[in-house]
C-alpha cells in the first residue's frame, strides 16, 4: 500500500520561496504519476502541477507556470515541489497524491482530483508579511 508524507511547509513572506517534499513509502512510486493539490481556506482544493511517472512531462496551472517546478527522483522515492516568489494566494494546504501511470491520459486533460488513489495528510504553507 503506498503511503505518501508531505513535509516543507512553513511561514514565508511574499516573494519568498520553499521546497515541499512528497516522501512515498510501501511501494515504489516509479509507477505512479503526482500531483500537487492546494487548499486554500474556505475553497476547494485545486490543482497545482503534475508529473509522469516518468518525470518526462510536467504540467502547471497558470497561477504558479514560471515560479513553481516539480521534480520527481524515483531512487529515492520522492517528488518535489520548488516554489518561489510566492505570493499570499499561494497559501494554503498542499498535498501530494499519486495515480497509476495508466491514467495519466485522464489526469492530464484536467485539474481534477478524482482519478489519484492515494493522498498524503498535507502540509500547510503560509505566505504573509
Known amino acids: 500500500q503506498l503511503q505518501l508524507v508531505e513535509s516543507g511547509g512553513g511561514l514565508v513572506q511574499p516573494g519568498g520561496s520553499l521546497r515541499l517534499s512528497c516522501a512515498a513509502s510501501?511501494?515504489?512510486?516509479?509507477?505512479?504519476?503526482i500531483g500537487w493539490f492546494r487548499q486554500a481556506p474556505g475553497k476547494e482544493r485545486e490543482g497545482v502541477s503534475r508529473i509522469s511517472s516518468n518525470g518526462g512531462i510536467t504540467n502547471y496551472v497558470d497561477s504558479v507556470k514560471g515560479r513553481f517546478t516539480i521534480r520527481r527522483d524515483n531512487a529515492n522515492n520522492a517528488v518535489y515541489l520548488q516554489m518561489h516568489s510566492l505570493k499570499p494566494e499561494d497559501t494554503g494546504v498542499y498535498y501530494c497524491?499519486?495515480?497509476?501511470?495508466?491514467?495519466?491520459?485522464?489526469?492530464?486533460?484536467?485539474?481534477?482530483?478524482?482519478?489519484?488513489?492515494?493522498w498524503g495528510q498535507g502540509t500547510q504553507v503560509t505566505v504573509s508579511s
Open positions: 510501501g511501494t515504489t512510486l516509479d509507477y505512479y504519476a
Open positions: 497524491a499519486a495515480t497509476l501511470s495508466y491514467k495519466w491520459a485522464i489526469v492530464s486533460v484536467n485539474w481534477s482530483d478524482a482519478e489519484y488513489d492515494y
